[in-house]
């Protein structure tokens, strides 16, 4: 039986790109993805196969605009493409979000933000250099974020620094927890230009395309962690390594401005995890039904406890989903002071109840669900990483909830 999408195209009204791109999606991760998953997550090896099919399949240009050769999707077409992915093997999910918002931020959010004439133009040109790397040779982009301190959560200036040199930059510093490390082509490092004389600054981060093949870029330590295994997210160093100032993937300050006027960017993380809510769902019924595949045709779903187990969550499923379509729905430039809240809200409820979720189909469906041969312990783990993803976690989250609810800005009690 083929699965149903996980928002059905006519009930939740669904453009015909979106429909279409789902369906691509969820057909790739069926056929290719589900079968696959299981060694990278064991092997703790990266999905390199799942990119090439992606490739073929048009999803690496997903969100590239259509006359550079992509598929013209936006902020809720990925979305809804990635959830399906999500559904069949999350480090997929996970690591083509940090791929695809390298063209996202590029593409549909730079273009709703002010530039100069000068800086629009350098823009236009460069990211057309990038979407043809990914659209004719495949090429991977990552986006290398963490550094174990404020600069991920948007308190302080990334301390990975650029200096200005003849015909580029001097880029030094060291990101960790970087997906993709030594599997991308180019690493979209956020790194603050330190200009002489002048106090580092958010708003001098500079978004660069640093080639992986560059002098002075390594990849260390081991990579060994409880869930998304299948990421590879070592530690980047960065050593000295000159970048060409043609691999701006953004002007300086463009990237400031994104992350000032269009918070919903750094909510593409939480498709995964609606994915992986969906998947623990679908196989707690299967299995009760006795349709799992290489298990006993043996039904459970007589015993009241599991029906009402199942019944609990579908309540969850049904109430992240309706959240989470009507945020990414709202995404936008300039979003109002609620619907910044609800993204909040719906990040920090996502990645929370997709563990909860997978948390009761382990206790439901019992012992067998313990077996590394069937995907429930693996969703389980991989779900409960999402609480902890910068820059949004659940308790950064919380944190902004409360506070931008009782403050408006510029507001204190001193």
Not at 211 to 222: T, W
Not at 265 to 276: A, D, E, H, N
Not at 279 to 284: H, L, P, S
Not at 376 to 381: F, H
């Amino acid at each position: 039986m083929d699965d149903v999408p996980i928002f059905d195209p006519e009930a939740w009204r669904l453009t015909d790109l979106e429909a279409e791109l789902s369906a691509r999606a969820r057909k790739l991760g069926a056929e290719k993805f589900a079968g696959r998953a299981e060694a990278w997550d064991r092997d703790a090896t990266f999905p390199t196969e799942n990119y090439k099919d992606m490739h073929e399949a048009g999803l690496l240009a997903i969100c590239i605009p259509k006359e550079h050769g992509g598929e013209g999707g936006n902020f809720r077409g990925y979305a809804l493409a990635a959830a399906e992915i999500g559904r069949y093997c999350g480090a997929t999910a996970l690591t083509w979000n940090m791929h695809v918002c390298s063209t996202l931020w590029t593409g549909a959010l730079a273009d709703d933000l002010e530039m100069s004439d000068a800086d629009r133009k350098r823009h236009t040109e460069g990211r057309a250099m990038h979407y043809r790397r990914i659209v004719e040779d495949g090429a991977l982009y990552s986006q290398p974020f963490s550094e174990g301190g404020a600069a991920a959560a948007g308190f302080k200036p990334f301390s990975t620094e650029a200096r200005s040199t003849d015909g580029g930059y001097i880029v030094s510093g060291k990101k960790i927890f970087a997906s993709l490390a030594g599997h991308a082509d180019y690493y979209g490092v956020l790194c603050t230009h330190i200009k002489e004389g002048q106090k580092p600054s958010q708003r001098d981060t500079l978004y660069l395309a640093v080639p992986a093949k560059a002098n002075g870029v390594k990849v260390v330590g081991d990579w060994d962690p409880l869930g998304m295994r299948g990421t590879v997210s070592r530690t980047l160093i960065f050593e000295d390594v000159f970048v060409e100032a043609a691999e701006e993937l953004m002007p300086q300050g463009v990237y400031f401005k994104a992350a000032s006027y269009w918070p919903h960017m750094f909510l593409t993380l939480s498709p995964s995890y609606m994915g992986i809510a969906q998947a623990a769902y679908d196989f707690t019924v299967q299995y009760l039904r006795g349709e799992v595949p290489g298990t006993p045709p043996v039904k459970r779903r007589m015993y009241p406890t599991k029906q009402i187990a199942v019944a609990e969550m579908r309540v969850k499923l049904e109430s992240i989903k309706a959240l989470w379509f009507q945020a990414i729905s709202e995404a936008r430039y300039k979003p109002s002071k609620d619907q910044v809240l609800r993204a909040y809200a719906t990040n920090h409820l996502v990645m929370e109840t997709a563990n909860e979720i997978c948390r009761l189909a382990i206790r439901t469906c019992g012992g067998q669900s313990m077996l590394k041969s069937l995907p429930l312990e693996r969703l389980y783990r991989d779900s409960r990483c999402g609480s902890l993803m910068l820059p949004w976690t659940a308790e950064l989250c919380l944190d902004r909830i409360g506070r931008e609810a009782l403050y408006e800005p510029g507001e204190s009690d001193d």
